[in-house]
């Protein structure tokens, strides 16, 4: 009889951590470009420039239960970029800078999802910038807020990797060569 009863606990036991489980899942495919933002900061001749890009799309598949099988793509349009003045913007579209006349896009694909603990995860991809593919390892936080989610993080980039900033612009002297760039990317839950 006691064998019964302990099978039957752990069988409840199970059923209900199961349940407890699945309340905790939520999944997210969609993103709202128009509440989500691409910002980036860097060094000027000792000066801090804060600057975002006003134009880009991105596509997610991301489950909490199976975070390993998710995708992320991200696409942004460089001539949307507002780094403080129209002179700036209009500088960073030449081919020394983004080249955007060859190159209008930047472009972000996930190879791998890796879950950390505590709603953060590393997403691995390819990120291709005037032509050059690199991966990057991405650290995000996932903010659950009434039924959104979103996703933020920021990585640090070395323009150098990508060819950006050449001639009087090369090396860090005026313009620092890494770029920190901070994202937030909100999606509905499903």
């Known amino acids: 009889m006691s064998f019964r009863l302990t099978r039957c606990t752990a069988i409840a036991g199970l059923l209900a ?4 489980t699945g309340a905790y899942s939520a999944q997210y495919h969609q993103v709202n470009a128009g509440a989500s933002q691409i910002s980036f900061t860097y060094d000027q001749m000792g000066q801090r420039v804060y600057g975002t890009f006003g134009q880009f799309s991105a596509t997610l598949d991301f489950d909490t239960m199976h975070p390993e099988a998710a995708h992320a793509g991200l696409v942004i349009e460089l ?3 507002d780094a403080g003045s129209e002179d700036a913007n209009g500088q960073l579209q030449e081919p020394g800078w983004f ?3 060859v190159y ?8 791998r999802v890796k ?3 505590d709603n953060r995860y590393e997403v691995v991809g390819q990120l291709s910038l ?4 690199r991966e990057v390892r991405v650290p995000v936080s ?3 807020e ?3 989610g979103v996703f933020s993080g920021e990585l640090t980039l070395n323009r150098a990797d990508f060819d950006v900033g050449k001639g009087e612009w090369a090396g860090d002297s005026v313009v620092s060569n890494e770029i920190a760039i901070k994202f937030r990317v909100v999606a509905p839950q499903q």
């Open 130 to 133: 005037k032509g050059i593919t």
């Open 142 to 144: 996932l903010s659950p």
């Open 104 to 111: 209008p896009q930047a472009r972000f694909e996930s190879s």
């Open 17 to 20: 951590l199961g349940c407890m």
């Open 99 to 101: 080249n955007s006349a």
């Open 79 to 81: 001539a949307s970029i």
């Open 146 to 148: 009434s039924g959104i």
């Open 115 to 117: 879950a950390l603990g």
